[in-house]
Every structure is written in C-alpha cells, then in structure tokens.
C-alpha cells in the first residue's frame, strides 16, 4: 500500500481521500480551511498543515481544487508541490480547470521531471461517496498506466482518453453537456409542477423516458424524491453554483477558441451568473430552477435559513 499526498479536501476531495484510506493507502491531506481538515480527518485521513507536510513520504499526489488559479498557486511557488514533492512522484490533478492550465501542469512537471496526468472526474459527491466516479486521464502512456493504480478505489469507472490534456478536454465537454441538461431538468420539474402533476409521479415518468438524464436521476430539485438531490437540504452545495459557473464559462472559452457556437452553454451560464448576483454562489447548482418559477419561489428553499 501506498502513502499518497491529498490537496483540497472539500466536496470531492474529502470523500475521494477517504476511499483511498479504506482501500489501505496511508494519505496525508492538507486544506486551508479547518472545517474540511477537521471533516476528513473524522474519516481516517492523516491531516498535516502544508503541501510540504503532506507530501512527506508520499510517492503519489493528488490535487482537488476549485478554479484553475488555486490549482497554478499549489503546484507553484516556494511552499508548492514541484518545490517539495520528491523525485519520480506521479502527480494528479483532479479539478475542472482550463485546457491550458492543465498544458502548464504537465509542462511544468515534465520540465522538473515529474510525471503529471490530468485526472478530472464526473459523478458528483454522490459518486465520489460510493467510490464509483469516472476518471478521465490524459498524459503520457506510461504515466497513466501509474495513475490507474492510484484511481482504482475511488472509480467506477476509468477511461485513458489520450495523450497530455485529452482527460481534461473530455471534462470540460463533459460538463458542457450536464449543464445543458441541468437547466432542462429545472425548466421540466417547474413545469410539471405548474401542470399539477405529482413529483413522484413525474420522476417516475421521466427515469422511463426520453426525458431522462443524470442531473435528472441525480439531482432532481424537488424535496423529497431523491436522497442525492440538494433540494432534501435547502440546496446547500454538492456541486456549487459557482463551481458551475467556472466550468460553463471553460465551456464556452474553449466554443470561442475552436470557433463552435454553443448557446444553450451560454444560457446555462447567464443563469449561474444571475443566481451569483443573487447571493447564491456557495448554493448548489440545481437552485437555478428557482429561475424557472412564477414567483421566484422555489419548494425546499428558504433563503434565510443560510
Ligand atoms: P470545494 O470548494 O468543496 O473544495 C475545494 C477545496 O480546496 C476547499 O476545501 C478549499 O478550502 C481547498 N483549497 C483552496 N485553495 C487551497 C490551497 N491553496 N491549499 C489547499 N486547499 C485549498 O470544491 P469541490 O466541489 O470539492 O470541487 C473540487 C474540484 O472538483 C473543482 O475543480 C470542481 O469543479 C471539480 N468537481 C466537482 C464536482 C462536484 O460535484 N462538487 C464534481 C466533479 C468535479
């Protein structure tokens, strides 16, 4: 068994890490806030106060981060990962960041001579609880051989995607396309709502048809019809609106940069960007159904209740 360094314990990285323990690896986390250090050590993690501490020893790195600027400031710099981390470690990155950012990483390792591969994934806190994620990995052949050993138990999934960048090209496509059905699944819900059908009924419905997605079967934002839905806790994150911003605004760059047109993306954007100026940023995602309401109400979401 491994000893493997854990960057950013949120959301994702808490549980992910945990996964990790339970299939034996010793791993050293560090975050920045005390509540996520305090979360995953309650989950057998070896929580440590710097990257430096946490890659002790470590023969493996994992970083979860959320914008690309966190994930350039913890591989840079004197208290950064390339700084401390030792000879042959295989470094992983499994944030949602920008094509070019994730060019840099794998440049910048290669230059110092570790091996990178970009390891974003998908299935949400839902997946990363039940160890059954997708891991998207991108890098050099021989690298993403290593990385398969370390991913193992926390995917259900694992797909090479090709050579340095393809994992993260593939997320962000990815992500493009959950967003997209995210804003149909809140239009659909609202609506079936004010057509009076029931919730149950209409999930039902939908898991059978045409209508069904995974931010549908996952996420549905009505009370009470699905335990991995935020709206069972006042939409309190599980995959924040800002997060979801950043990840449509990658989207829509990378549209503009290949020159394709992706409106619906830019929609989803808009509407993210909304509930931000709203307040709702550190919300999940799925409030951008309260968007859809007549009267901006929304079943399961009290505002003042944080
Ligand atoms: P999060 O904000 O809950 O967690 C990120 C953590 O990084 C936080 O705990 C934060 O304190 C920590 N952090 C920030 N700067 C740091 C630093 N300099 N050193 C150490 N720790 C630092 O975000 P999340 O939801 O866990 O997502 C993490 C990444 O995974 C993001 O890039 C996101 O887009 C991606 N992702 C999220 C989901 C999801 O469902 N939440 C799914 C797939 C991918």
Known sequence: MSTIAWIGLGHMGTPMSANLVAAGHTVRGFDIAPAC?????ARGVTTVGSVAEALEGAEACFTSLPMPAHVRSVYDGPDGIWAHAAPGTVLMDTSTVDVETSR?????????????????????????E?????????GA??????????????????????????????????NLMLFVSTLGVAE??????????????FYAVANASSGQSWPQRTW????????????????????????????????????????????AASLALSQFEQLIAEGFGEKDCTLITKLASPDGTLRGFDPSAG
Not at 165 to 171: R, V
């Open 141 to 174: 052949a021989d690298d993403v051989e290593r990385a398969k050993e370390y991913v193992g138990g926390m995917a259900g999934t694992v797909i090479p995607c090709g050579a340095a960048t393809a994992g993260i090209a593939a997320k962000l496509v990815n």
């Open 220 to 263: 549905y934002p009505v009370p009470g019809v699905v335990d991995t839905a935020a709206a069972n806790h006042n939409f309190d994150a599980t995959f924040s609106v800002a997060l979801s911003r950043k990840d449509c605004a990658l989207a829509v760059q990378a549209g503009e940069s290949t020159g394709v047109h992706l409106p």
């Open 104 to 128: 840099w990483c794998h440049d910048e390792s290669a230059a110092r001579g570790f091996a990178f591969v970009d390891t974003p994934v998908s299935g949400g806190t839902a997946g990363a």
């Open 188 to 201: 659909g819900s609202q609506l079936a709502e004010q057509l009076g059908l029931d919730a149950h009924v």
């Open 130 to 138: 039940a160890h059954s994620l997708t891991f998207m990995l991108g």
């Open 37 to 41: 250090i305090e979360a995953a050590a």
